[in-house]
């Protein structure tokens, strides 16, 4: 059984910055790719950045490209997600995830509990 405890949430001004982390355990961390996603009020789930095992391969949605960064430490079994510019459409909970293979783009199948991120205008 896997566990992924996110945090570093908060509510900060439109155009500054956030940095959330997610410890995993219960797994080979450093054998998975890592995701994170986010969940507004009334919208789906959506993948907005995912790292393979190895950190050699990322993925960033069209709507987070060149203001979010996605980096893993294996030896720390932890992922981050610094958030730079951040708009009010970033405002959700964020999930990390981890994923079924060592690739970013094979699925998902652990979440966390999620942290709130709220951005205000």
């Known amino acids: 059984q896997v566990s992924l405890v996110e945090s570093g949430g908060g509510l900060v001004q439109a155009g500054g910055s956030l940095s959330l982390s997610c410890a995993a355990s219960?797994?080979?961390?450093?054998?998975?790719?890592m995701g994170w996603f986010r969940q507004a009020p009334g919208k789906e789930r959506e993948l907005v950045a995912a790292i393979d095992w190895d950190g050699s391969d990322t993925y960033y949605a069209g709507s987070v490209k060149g203001r979010f960064t996605i980096s893993r430490v294996n030896a720390k079994n932890t992922v981050y997600l610094q958030m730079n510019s951040l708009k009010a459409e970033d405002t959700a909970v964020y999930y990390c995830?981890?994923?079924?293979?060592?690739?970013?783009?094979?699925?998902?199948?652990?979440w966390g509990q999620g942290t709130q991120v709220t951005v205000s205008s």
């Open positions: 995830a981890i994923g079924r293979r060592s690739s970013w783009n094979r699925g998902y199948d652990s």
């Open positions: 219960g797994r080979a961390f450093s054998s998975y790719a």
